[in-house]
């Protein structure tokens, strides 16, 4: 479930203000939500692994919480990510 490295690569560069640019919040919430997208898949194989759901709940709140701060930010910069990552808006 974790991201390769050659994809890791592609996001921090579309994301990032440049290719070291790792921890920016926008950069962060795309590897979330690759690696939320990986164990979502992992969960429809296996519903019943509750240790792989507790931890991608607990992804999913932390991408919320980046999310929330972004739109604090920036509300169009927020709207921008969330329609290229294909994010519903459901943050108040």
Avoid: C, W
Wanted: charged share 30%; hydrophobic share 40%.
């Amino acid at each position: 479930m974790a991201v390769s490295k050659e994809r890791k690569a592609e996001l921090v560069a579309q994301y990032g203000k440049d290719a070291q640019d790792s921890g920016s919040a926008n950069v962060q919430v795309a590897l979330l939500t690759e690696r939320i997208k990986g164990l979502t898949e992992h969960m429809k194989l296996h519903p019943k692994d509750f240790h792989t759901r507790r931890g991608l709940l607990m992804l999913v709140g932390k991408r919320r919480r980046l999310l929330s701060y972004i739109k604090a930010r920036n509300i169009e910069e927020y709207r921008a990510l969330i329609k290229s990552l294909s994010i519903r808006d459901n943050i108040q």
